[in-house]
């Protein structure tokens, strides 16, 4: 009692409601489900890595059809933008304020009479070259011809559900059915005249098959719209649970396989993925709405990157770098005349980026950041200084020299594979070392021991001196040869006593010793006290010399954080300051807090004035930097040395912007 009515337009507000009965019509709509295609767009974002992206869009409509883009949003991610087209036909403004934001991945969801004048008021606004990357929502955008943009090397891409074979085949049965060349190719084909087509293959084949099953009785019509056929509802019920692939009239579907859904929406499609190549499309990847979370390339990786290579070789690259000994230094001129171009520099940086543009076989120009910073983003401006904003403003296409890969600057910018891994580590001065003193060797013991010392020597000669007068054993014959003597003499005198007991602590021997027992004993107790003494300033002077001999009183960055007496600092605004402001450690945190409010500042604009201060300061300042950095300054200074183990483990990049074009590198820089 029914008849089945299919459509062939897009029709958001889909619903369990659309397979029912409305006026004795079934509804079959073969225009791909909003949903499904907006899905196929989320993936295709997910495939293709983009973390952030501008939305344009025309009509409210559009945010429907984008609804699964919406969904897949990671909010660790960099916001996405929404900027609705103003009336047109001048939507310069509106671009304008997208080129303002440095978006490099838009996605255009217009009309399709419209794409062109988009572009190229894109183009005018400089927001169509080479960094870029489109992707149209359009099925039709395969009928533009993109020529009138001029050469361009922006990535454009597009959706395509048409069937190119079914589209040649059923242009080569219209001129056999008319006998007659058809001045139609298959790019001016669009969408609505596909699925109309499709719409009656879908009929005509479906009641076809329906006729071969049951005896069908075709009752003649008119234009009565109240006389419906009484053949509807089996026709339409026969429709719901077939899938065509390939019709009887004229061919397969234009815009392949199809199904319906219970709802009557078109639940089975595929779609192309087209990239737009010297102005013409060609086939990157599929999707199919039966597996709809993948994209199946193409393009095998070895091809794409053989497209790349051709593509980079030949090209000059502007280089940013920033000067920082050892990756990037000037050279000093020769005979008073200065060197030009690339020549001006030399370092670390200058010959890698040399390496890898002989292996690419391109060329490339150096120049130097005006602030000379790494790129820190300033929340207050919403903008990104230093080498990184170099590369988002699009004056370089590469930034290369000790800058380290953060997450805040992965999310601005990419970065190749790291060329150096590293970590965070302490540097430090030894401390000042004297002059020696000439009573340095005093110093092991305190001056009243000395004077102890002193006046025992001095009481101690004078006893010997009585003893030795008093004993009869001192007094000696002066003529052995005479045994009757006159006089005896004895040598005891004030000048060998002192000699002797001198001697002794000095560890000294003496020409004459003592022979009687009474001077004999106190000589004795001299020797004792003498060896006592002697040890104790032996040991003395070994702990004393020890002390001298030792390093930095700090071990590690736990004894930095817990004393107050030596202060530390690093270079304000580079990844070593952002470590420790965005750590959740707790000594690392303290640390931070302890920096930020010093005073004097203990921030330095550059390693090489941290260095300075560090040399300057000889022990009552460390710097925190780059361990590889902090191996090469104490190579060339002796005082430096390096203070416990690595904070953390990070690499150096090579920058560039947010681009495939440019994702090469990454591959050769492995």
Known sequence: MWNPNLATFSKLAQSDKTFNIVNGIFNFNLFPNPYQLSKALATLVRENDWKTYTIIYETDDGLIRLQELLKVYNPKDPPVMYRKLGPGPDYRSVLKQIRAKNVLQIILDCKTDNIVNILLQAKEVKLLEEYHAYLLTSLDARTIDFSVLGDIKTNISIINIMNQNGLEKAIRNWELETYQPVQLSSKDIKINTALMYDALNLFINSYSQLDRSEELYVKPLNCDPHAISSHGYPLAAFIAKKNMTFGRLLGPPLSGPIAFNKFGQRSSFQLEIMELKNHKFRVTGTWDSNNPNMINSTITSEDREKEKVQEISGRMFKV???????????????????????????????????????????????????????????????????????????????????????????????????????????????????????????????????LYMATGFIIMSLIIYMAA????DEWENPHPCDPNPVELENVWNLKNCFWLTLGSILGQGCDILPKGISTRMVTGMWWFFSMIMSACYTANLAAFLTMERMGPTIKSAEDLASQTKIKYGCVRGGATSSFFKDSNVTTYHKMWVSMESADPSVFEKSNDDGVKRVLSSRGAYAFLMESSTIEYEMARHCELVQVGHWLDTKGYGIAMPTSEYYLLLTQKNR
């Not at 690339?342 to 040399?354: C, P, V």
Request: proline share 10%; with cysteine.
């Open 320 to 450: 940013v770098s920033r000067i920082g000994p050892p990756y990037l230094m000037r050279k000093p001129p020769i005979e008073g005349r200065p060197y030009v171009g690339n020549n001006r520099f030399e370092g670390f940086a200058m010959d890698l980026i040399d390496e890898i543009c002989k292996i690419l076989n391109c060329t490339y120009q150096f120049e130097i950041v005006p602030d000379n910073n790494y790129g820190s983003y300033d929340p207050k401006k919403k903008s990104w200084n230093g080498l990184i904003g170099y590369l988002l403003d699009r004056k370089a296409d590469l930034a290369i020299c000790d800058l380290t890969t953060t997450y805040e600057r992965r999310k601005a910018v990419d970065f190749t594979n790291p060329f150096m891994t590293l970590g965070i580590s302490i540097l430090y001065a030894k401390p000042n070392k004297p002059p020696p003193e000439i009573l340095a060797f005093t110093n092991p013991l305190s001056l009243d021991i000395w």
């Open 469 to 472: 007068r008093l004993n009869p």
